[in-house]
């Protein structure tokens, strides 16, 4: 079974430039955030991610799964669903309660927040690596590992208090061990192969080009949008002919609302030097067929002309008519 994802892995691992990149492994998790306002006043908000795809919403109050994608069930039943949201519940129900009975004991000051982090990562050969991490105040406190939980450095006392708390909660540890180690690898394949379809769909992507504010005098600012594009990896460069221009800057590829993908690639140039530079694009969308936009200089002559001569024959336009009618 494993063998078979491996191709579908390939095309779904994350990557930019670097052929490295594909290496990587791909996760899914969930990821929840704990606002402690005061003694009994806790907010919970949650969400599921296979890799940087949103999967699914968590309902604060209920604690119930919204399943975002017509395959956000993998091939789990509604019944092992309704088990998990139960588990799941239970066991965030009782993180709650440790915090808030222990508030003072372990010097916790209202308001804080803990985030915690549950999930796995298959890796290349096939193995797969349960982890759950949980943060307080946005810095790492306490991670699970080899069936119990450790406290990170950055913790300090109050970590290791807490770590020592939840490690005598031996059917807590268990139910943790299973859902990073057992219940996650199955439902990653699951959502894996139930999500084909989306997530190996080939988007093309669309470029456009603009200026940027102006590096300075008698240079140029030239920038290279591509936008809508999916899957992530994608090869974007500013060229003179066939060669590459360097001392480019890249922007991150951010996510668009639709789960495509932006960036941008700028270039300061100097001015009478941008005619006949182009942007050229690479995607697995484009079946072979690079994007290439060539930087075409604007025209100052013709604006001007066109910003004086428009009004002239406006104007002049206008005199004719007035006379008529006079
Ligand atoms: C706790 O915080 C909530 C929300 O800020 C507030 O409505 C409530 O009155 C607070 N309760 C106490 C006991 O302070
Ligand atoms: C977990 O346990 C294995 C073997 O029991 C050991 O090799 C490994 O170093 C341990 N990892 C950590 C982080 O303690
Ligand atoms: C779902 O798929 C995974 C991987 O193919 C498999 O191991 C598992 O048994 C399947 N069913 C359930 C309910 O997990």
Known sequence: MLFLQLPLLEVLLPGGDNKDDFQEPVSFQIIRIYSFYNHSWVQTLGSGWLGELQTHGLESNSG?????????????????????EKLCFTSSIQLIQAFQNHASQWQLDYPFELQTAAGCELHFGGASVGFMHIAYQGSDFMSFQNNSWLPSPKGGSRAQHVCSLFNLNQVGLERADRLVSDICPRLLLG?????????????????????????GPGHLMLVCHVSGFHPKPIWVMWMRGEQEYMGTQRSDILPNADGTWYLWKSLDVEATE???LSCRVRHSSLGGQDIILYWKHRNSVGLIFLAVIVP?????????????CW
């Open 64 to 84: 119930s799964y919204i399943f975002l994608w017509p395959w956000s069930k993998g091939n789990f039943s509604n019944e092992e669903w309704k088990e998990q």
């Open 191 to 215: 959502l894996l192969d139930a999500g084909k379809a989306d997530l190996q769909r080939q988007v093309k992507p669309e470029a456009w080009l603009s200026t940027g504010p102006s590096p």
């Open 274 to 276: 941008a005619a006949g």
């Open 312 to 324: 002239l024959v406006l104007l002049t336009g206008l005199a004719f008519w007035l006379r008529k």
